[in-house]
Nanobody, 125 residues
Framework: QVQLVESGGGLVQAGGSLRLSCEASGRIFSSYAMAWFRQAPGKEREFVGR????????YYADSMKGRFTISRDNAKNTVYLQMNSLKPEDTAVYYCALDQIYTGKADDRLEYEYWGQGTQVTVAS
């Protein structure tokens, strides 16, 4: 079984930055690609970005490119989401997810078998 625990959310002013962390346990972390999603109130869960097993490759939703950066430290079983130039519309619960069996739909939430509980990010205007 896999457990994912996010941390680092909070309240930040528009234009500010936050770094989210997601620590994994229970499996060989470095064997799996990881992703971040977010969900705002009343909206569908939205793909933020994905990172390969080694961390050498990343892929982002178009609206996140240039402001958000995903990285990972396999020695610490942790994936990170660095968010810069935050906007009020970035307010959401942010989730990390683990892709155990890749089926080719990197930006589809159904691709991911394991999820964290989420961490709230609120951006004040």
């Amino acid at each position: 079984q896999v457990q994912l625990v996010e941390s680092g959310g909070g309240l930040v002013q528009a234009g500010g930055s936050l770094r989210l962390s997601c620590e994994a346990s229970g499996r060989i972390f470095s064997s799996y690609a990881m992703a971040w999603f977010r969900q705002a109130p009343g909206k569908e869960r939205e793909f933020v970005g994905r990172i390969s097993r080694s961390g050498s490759s990343t892929y982002y939703a178009d609206s996140m490119k240039g402001r958000f950066t995903i990285s990972r430290d396999n020695a610490k079983n942790t994936v990170y989401l660095q968010m810069n130039s935050l906007k009020p519309e970035d307010t959401a619960v942010y989730y990390c997810a683990l892709d155990q069996i890749y089926t080719g739909k990197a930006d589809d939430r159904l691709e991911y078998e394991y999820w964290g509980q989420g961490t709230q990010v609120t951006v004040a205007s």
